[in-house]
C-alpha cells in the first residue's frame, strides 16, 4: 500500500496481499517516477491515481486496473506491459493542469480477460491533451476499449492485434453498441505491431516429455524485430 508516494524504481513487488487483497496498491497522487518495476502474484490497482511524473518500463504481471489522471504536462505513461488482467477498469483521465499533449503510448496489454475494461476520454481534458496510440493489443481474451459517455475520441494507430475489421469492432466498445456513449475512431490503425512497445509474451507454449529431456514449442512473436527466445530452467 502506498499512498502520496515519490519515485518507486526498479523493484521486484511480489507475494504482497496488504493492499485490500491487491498485490500493489497506490493510493492518490504521484509525486515522482513510478520506473522499471516488477509487480507479480495479483492485480496492481491505482485508487485516484493524480500522475506528475512518468509511469514508464513497469511489467504489471497480474494485471492493472484503476484510475488514473494526468495533472502535469510532463506526465506520461508508455512501455509498460499490462498482463493477465483477471477483471476490472482502467480509466485514463486529466485535469485541468494539462494543456499540452501528453501520450498514453508504447504499452503492452496482453493476456487480459473479457471483463477488463480499458476506458479512454473520460473527461474532457483527456479528450483534448491525452493521445492514446501506439500501443499494442496482443493475444487477449476478449478485453474491450470503452468510449466515453456521450463524446468521441480517437484511438488511432494502434495495433489491435488483427487487421480484420469485425476483430477490431469486437474490441471498440461505443455508440454502436450502447447509444450513450461516444463514437471511438480506430482507423487507421497498425497493421504490425509496434516496435517500441514491449515485445510480447509468447503464446500456446507446451512441453513435452522427449528422450529423458523435455521440448518446449511456442508460437513465432508477431513483432518483427524478434530476434530470438531465451529459455530458462
Do not use: C, H
Request: aromatic share 12%.
Amino acid at each position: 500500500f502506498v499512498q502520496r508516494g515519490g519515485s518507486i524504481i526498479n523493484n521486484i513487488i511480489s507475494k504482497n496481499t496488504g493492499g485490500s487483497g491487491y498485490a500493489f496498491y497506490y493510493d492518490s497522487d504521484q509525486d515522482g517516477s513510478i520506473t522499471g518495476n516488477i509487480i507479480t502474484d495479483g492485480l496492481a490497482y491505482l485508487d485516484g491515481m493524480d500522475v506528475n511524473g512518468s509511469l514508464t518500463n513497469n511489467i504489471f504481471s497480474g494485471g492493472l486496473a484503476g484510475n488514473f489522471e494526468f495533472s502535469d504536462d510532463d506526465a506520461g505513461i508508455s512501455n509498460n506491459m499490462i498482463l493477465n488482467s483477471p477483471e476490472g477498469t482502467l480509466e485514463i483521465k486529466a485535469d485541468s493542469q494539462v494543456d499540452q499533449t501528453i501520450y498514453f503510448s508504447n504499452n503492452l496489454f496482453s493476456y487480459n480477460a473479457s471483463a477488463y475494461i480499458l476506458k479512454v476520454g473520460s473527461d474532457a481534458y483527456a479528450r483534448n491533451y491525452v493521445t492514446t496510440n501506439q500501443n499494442n493489443f496482443i493475444n487477449n481474451d476478449g478485453l474491450t476499449v470503452r468510449a466515453p459517455s456521450s463524446e468521441n475520441y480517437s484511438v488511432e494507430n494502434n495495433y489491435w492485434g488483427t487487421t480484420t475489421e469485425s476483430d477490431i469492432q469486437a474490441i471498440i466498445y461505443d455508440w454502436n453498441d450502447d447509444a450513450s456513449l461516444g463514437f471511438l475512431d480506430y482507423d487507421p490503425y497498425l497493421s504490425t505491431p509496434n516496435t517500441l512497445a514491449p515485445v510480447s509474451p509468447p503464446k500456446n507454449t507446451v512441453k513435452q516429455s522427449a528422450n529423458g529431456g523435455v521440448t518446449l514449442t511456442w508460437n513465432a512473436n508477431p513483432e518483427s524485430d524478434v530476434a530470438g527466445y531465451k529459455v530458462y530452467y
